[in-house]
């Protein structure tokens, strides 16, 4: 990188005590993350894409292969793999 005159190296470095930030997480499954990975060769059944499901809390996972990452698959996934699997341990008031 070049600074303002035109040094390398001149670019001013922000150190912290730790890099990483933590993300706060109050009870299991108040907090999850989905993703889509991808894309891979295809499969058999057409899919190239992974759709993955992580608690922060519980590292509890689920994941599902879609052939292509559209809004209506990954809701479906969501319904069906996901929250079918939480009902069973979640209270709904």
Known sequence: MFG?????????KH??????FPIPVGEPF????TN??????KSKQTNRLVVTTVDYM?????ARAVPTGSM??????LLDQVMSALSAQVDYH
């Not at 108040?30 to 993350?33: D, E, G, M």
């Open 4 to 12: 303002a005159a035109g040094t390398v190296g001149s670019r001013k």
């Open 15 to 20: 150190h912290t005590e730790d890099a990483r």
């Open 30 to 33: 108040t907090l999850l993350s």
């Open 36 to 41: 889509l990975i991808g894309p891979f060769p």
């Open 58 to 62: 519980t590292w509890w996972g689920k």
């Open 72 to 77: 209506m698959e990954a809701v479906a996934y």
